[in-house]
């Protein structure tokens, strides 16, 4: 389902029973689609369904194959189980979630945001600052991941009619849209959408307008368009068994070159939505085998890589200075390829 389908032309259930059979197809991006099943099932109102995925991914938490995102499953379950009446075990999992103090900004956003919507400003206040002082306290420059939870304590606190802070001012300052942040999060924009003023009404249309506008860009794809990634074990792994494909990758040193080449080639022209994903000689050859063909066809690879990055498996490009490298040198990006 590409992410710009309008809700209503969208059957979730059935969308939900792919997913789930695609997560069987390919058991190491089990979690990413099963959470968009879970998703689904919660769109549709099958609550009880999505709780029930929720604890299957859980259940496999286990050892080497653990989940990636297990504090982001447990607050998705919370979330899900208290909007159908489960409020004392969703709040027993919140809790847990912000002693354990996950140092990944997802799991806090569906937290801080779970409590807001159920009206505890105050409580959804403290989790947001919670999470900004734990992710963001001496970092030069907020990750993207980290913006929902600067935009949302700023959201709260325009609620709660307090003054602004220094988070509130770093939100101000990575905000992006037309519209400025006290304007979006003004308790009055509600009141105005019941207003009998035609002019007042003419105004909040306009603003929404833009800011759906936004929004609309933001969406125009469902996925990024991907540059693939070999590790320098898998490249060798790959060139031994199909030594065809010398050609495509001659050493790793120039096949990291042409990457960072392409990534910014790609910049340059307007792309947007860019990304990198890694590929792996077992997964390249079950793909290749779902698709008819050998792994020496060099047409193959760019099809694996859009693949891949449709199964949320891509890194945004070009990542933040101060980042780790998509490389995998374990380097800052601004000392490595974005040198």
Known sequence: ?????????????????????????YPEDAEALLLRAAAHLELSGDRSAAAALYDRLLASDTGQAGLENSYLVRALKASNLWEYGHEAEARAIIDGIRTAAPRDAAPWVVV?????????????????????????????????????????????????????????????????????????????????????????LEAEISRLRAEVGAYRTALSRPFPVAIL???????????????????????????????????????ASGTPNLGVVTGTVPSYEAFAASEGTTPDDTCLLPQYATTLAARGRAVPWPPQQSATCWCGSGRRYGKCHGA
């Open 1 to 25: 389902m590409r992410s710009d389908t309008p809700a209503e032309n969208v059957d979730h259930p059935a969308e939900a029973a792919r997913l789930e059979r695609t997560a069987g197809l």
């Open 112 to 200: 801080a945001e779970s409590l807001e919507s159920h009206d505890e400003l105050e409580a959804a206040h403290e989790a947001f600052t919670e999470a900004v002082r734990l992710l963001l306290t001496d970092v030069p420059e907020p990750p993207a991941a980290t913006h929902p939870l600067l935009f949302g304590r700023h959201r709260v606190r325009r609620m709660l009619g307090v003054p602004h802070d220094e988070w509130d001012a770093l939100a101000d300052s990575v905000h992006s849209l037309p519209v400025t942040l006290d304007e979006l999060h003004d308790p009055k924009r509600v009141w105005s959408l019941g207003s009998e003023n035609p002019a007042e």
């Open 229 to 267: 990634h070999w590790p320098a074990s898998e490249l060798a792994e790959l060139l031994v068994s199909y030594p065809s494909l010398t050609t495509e990758y001659p050493s790793h040193e120039e096949h990291l070159a042409t990457t960072e080449t392409a990534l910014r080639e790609l910049a």
